[in-house]
């Protein structure tokens, strides 16, 4: 069994967690999949068509385009005539109103004969027909040729540009040719307005009818396509006439109904495939990874990374907004292989795929495609140790991905010199290739967001030239050099172990950061004087313990991640400060308890391999200088002393680590310390 996986009887309130997680995971898939059909193709006017040859599934009408239609609406708009009422009561009621006026009131300076003039007048304007100013302005931007105007049974046409609105009508009446018998300077003292009334009233019902009578007459199709027949085919160039087809097509799948048969089955097909692939990852997990499952915050990562791709591939296509070739599916792999593993990075990878490919026309070279962009991506930052190697990997993504692309066109005839190719795939994958480069931006979101600390960051802290290493190294030279020679022990170990080697170097860097408070408390910083003498033993030991909770708070200053701070926590577990306390001894041999206890560090112990690797390397390291000479014997029994107490005082009871690894660990550093102290020649004088 690894050593990443362990079996335990799960709480009922672990196990419904893990339900709630994956009924989530399955919902959002679910509700996030496009309705109606799973397919879409993308393409482009005067380009090849790079799908397999187009069959009509069934029977659909071709449509004609937007411009055809607008210009036979044009067309058709002659034949619209809008229906107007006539008031016919309106002429009488306002000839006999001009008529009283002319006997009741002084018409000063207006002779007698005018009088039927004006009536003649406005029997010619209400004949016409008067609009209102509302009914006009519905009729600004869409004036028709010929109306209609009715009263009773009885209906006539009129040209539209003839009829007056209340303004012309006015005007009419006012005007008067150059003559002596009839001359406007006369109607000055007459209201003529007052004698102008609409009599013409829009009928938006009848004219509603007549306007769908019209447009009745359009023909929005232009011909059938046959269920069967061949629209288009692979490397065919897409021009007006396909492009046509493809659209009614799609116009054909939105307008289609589904049964409630079809409905139930499509819906339960997504759910089907969504809770198998959500089952498969999370028995990954349980089968080799069951450690992750015990940390929510890697649960969260692989879970927003799990949805996240599939929720943008099913928008894109609901939308048809681009290609999905566009979406740098490699950023997934690239994340869970910084942050937690490469396999957990693969599996994940091909389930997140797997889910995309189902709302795809064409899933085949995409499931390819996007699985060796995968691998390389994990192939490629298998030595991960700057930023820049990011880059890279991107850059190897982006040409293999266009490589295995152009095979694919080789493989299935597109590329075989009697087809057309379509640049179209090559430049999404350029531009693809290019965001995945900006992956390293998400670095520093993802370890604040979630907790988790990059290889990246590790190695950046290992740099002696960040400002606490470097303090360090200037006011304890001593405990630098010996953070030195115990990082490069402990990665050995680490390398040997299979654990996490920059994580442990980077640990071992930091464990004693806290000697900087009292750097002179500690042998290898002394140089000639001692100050615990005078001390007593136990204020001695508390100085020496005091380290840890010095090196906890430097941490939390600069800003160290959890993961080195639990290092510098647990590198002396709970074990004795064995100088000062064997010291206490030969005065008191009978310590109490509580004296006891003030000789022991507060621990925590080591919870993890890497932390466990760290706490042998220290004593040893540490240890090794004590040394009068340094011969095999003496370095084999030394490491064995040491690393034996630990294991007799159960310091590593509480992380998973074997007699075997310890033994193995034992050998590297036995090895390692050989070398370290071997043996030189005396050169001649």
Not at 410 to 415: C, P, Q, S
Not at 545 to 573: C, E, W
Not at 647 to 664: D, K, M
Request: proline content about 4%; overall charge negative; charged content about 20%.
């Amino acid at each position: 069994m690894s050593r990443y996986n362990h079996r335990h009887n799960l709480s009922a309130r672990e196990y419904l967690y893990r339900i709630l997680f994956s009924l989530f995971a399955i919902a959002v898939l679910v509700v996030f999949m496009p309705r109606g059909t799973t397919s879409a193709y993308h393409y482009q006017l005067g380009e090849p068509w790079d799908e397999d040859a187009f069959i009509a599934q069934d029977s659909f009408p071709i449509l004609k385009s937007a411009e055809q239609i607008i210009r036979e609406q044009d067309s058709l708009r002659q034949f619209y005539e809008p229906y107007f009422r006539q008031d016919v009561d309106i002429l009488e009621q306002q000839s006999a109103a001009l008529k009283q006026d002319f006997s009741s009131l002084p018409m000063q300076g207006i002779p007698y004969y005018y009088q039927p003039h004006l009536r003649d007048k406005l029997n010619h304007i209400y004949q016409v027909g008067i609009l209102s100013a509302e009914d006009m302005a519905h009729f600004e931007n869409e004036k028709p040729e010929m109306v209609r105007v009715y009263h009773d049974n009885e209906s006539n046409w009129r040209s539209f540009s003839q009829l007056f609105t209340e303004k012309t009508a006015y005007e009419y009446l006012v005007h008067e040719e150059d003559s002596a018998r009839f001359s406007h300077s006369r109607l000055h003292g007459l209201d003529l307005m007052k004698y102008v009334k609409p009599n013409l009233t829009y009928d938006s019902e009848k004219s509603q009818q007549q306007r769908q009578e019209v447009d009745s007459r359009l023909v929005r199709t232009k011909g059938v396509v046959l269920q069967g027949q061949k629209v288009v085919d692979r490397g065919q160039i897409v021009d007006e006439e396909v492009m046509g087809i493809l659209h009614s097509w799609e116009q054909h799948q939105k307008e289609h109904t589904l049964t409630t048969k079809e409905r139930l089955t499509r819906f339960g097909g997504r759910i089907a495939y969504v809770a198998i692939l959500t089952c498969l990852l999370l028995i990954y997990f349980q089968q080799f990874r069951s450690d992750y499952l015990d940390s929510l915050r890697t649960v969260l990562l692989v879970m927003t990374f799990f949805l996240i791709f599939p929720i943008i591939t099913y928008t894109i296509m609901a939308h048809m907004w681009a290609s999905v070739y566009l979406v740098p599916y490699c950023v997934l792999p690239i994340v869970l292989r910084i942050f937690l593993d490469s396999r957990t990075a693969f599996v994940t990878h091909v389930i997140t795929i797997l889910a995309s490919s189902i709302v795809l026309t064409q899933p085949f070279p995409f499931i390819v495609t996007q699985l060796v962009a995968g691998l390389v991506a994990i192939y490629s930052l298998r030595e991960l140790s700057q930023r820049s190697e990011l880059f890279r990997a991107a850059v190897w993504v982006t040409i293999t991905t266009l490589l295995t692309y152009l095979c694919l066109e080789f493989v299935r005839g597109t590329a075989d010199g009697g087809q057309v190719m379509s640049r179209w795939p090559y430049i999404y994958l350029m531009v693809a290739g290019v965001l995945s480069m900006l992956v390293y931006l998400l670095l520093i979101p993802i370890e604040r967001i979630f907790g988790f600390t990059s290889i990246v960051t590790l190695v950046e802290l290992q740099n002696v030239n960040n400002p606490l290493l470097r303090r360090l190294s200037e006011e304890a030279n001593g405990t630098f050099n010996h953070s030195l020679q115990v990082a490069n022990l402990a990665a050995e170990v680490a390398n040997r172990l299979g654990a996490r080697a920059q994580l442990v170097r980077t640990g071992a860097l930091y464990h004693d950061i806290g000697k900087l408070e009292n750097a002179v408390f500690f042998t290898e910083n002394q140089n000639g004087q001692n100050p615990h003498d005078g001390l007593s033993y136990e204020r001695s030991a508390q100085i020496i313990i005091q380290h840890v909770a010095n090196g906890m708070k430097l941490a939390d200053r600069y800003k160290l991640p959890s993961v080195v701070r639990d290092f510098i926590a647990t590198h002396h577990g709970k074990s004795l400060t064995k100088y000062f306390y064997v010291k206490a001894m030969e005065t008191t041999p009978s310590l109490s308890s509580e004296r006891e206890a003030s000789f022991r560090y507060p621990g925590p112990k080591p919870q993890t391999l890497e932390q466990a690797i760290l706490m042998m390397t220290d004593a040893v390291e540490a240890a090794s200088r004590s040394l009068t000479e340094y011969t095999e014997e003496s370095i084999s029994a030394l490491v064995e002393k040491i690393v034996g107490a630990q294991v007799s005082e159960g310091s590593f009871n509480e992380c998973a680590i074997t007699f075997r690894q310890i033994a193995e660990a034992k050998e590297v550093l036995c090895a390692r310390l050989r070398t370290v102290y071997h043996t030189r020649i005396q050169y001649p004088e």
